[in-house]
């Protein structure tokens, strides 16, 4: 998929978003099958009321995003999005995942920083959320300072080990829960088996 959508750059999305009903919401920026040949850089997106972007497959890339403050998710991805994501910048204060991933999705984040404060709702700073999902996360920190009982990486179901690797990666912050849910073992394990790594 190397279709060219065009292009959007220094854009700043504010205050926009509503979750409608369950499983019905409009997010601050939405992107749906869209190419690498599609240019998507700085942007910003505050105080959305549900994720603040969410991309369901597709190969564009993206970089120099920054989020904040989004009600659910900051960044989520699904049904096989596989492109590459830099310089994301996410704080997330009282929402759910800074990241999370569904749909049999292998993307690729290179340049990161997540902090999640205190007061976030649940799902973690990274959440692989269904069966099948892959990630590969490098130059990154994770600041999880929450106090729910999900971790700096948090897990449901069984995550594709063969598609997942971690490099130059930081978990820190006040939590004491690094790696939750169903696949914290092998996530630990692959974290632990990469370059770089500090928990």
Known sequence: LSDNS??????KILNTGIAIRE?????GLSFVGVGSGTTISDITVENAADDGIELWGGTVNLSNIS???ALDDSFDIDDGYSGTVKN????NNKGKA???????????FDGFDITIGAGQQKEGGIYFKKDGIGGHFKNGTVTHNATNEHGAIHSKLTFDAD???F?????TGSSTHK??????????SKFDAGSGNTK
């Open 6 to 11: 065009g292009v959007m750059k220094h854009v």
């Open 23 to 27: 499983n019905e919401e409009v997010n």
């Open 67 to 69: 989020i904040s403050n």
């Open 88 to 91: 994301l910048t996410i704080v």
């Open 98 to 108: 800074g990241i999370e991933m569904s749909g049999t999705t292998h993307a690729t």
């Open 163 to 165: 598609n997942t690797s």
């Open 167 to 171: 490099e130059n990666v930081t978990l």
């Open 179 to 188: 790696f939750t849910g169903d696949s914290a073992t092998g996530l630990e």
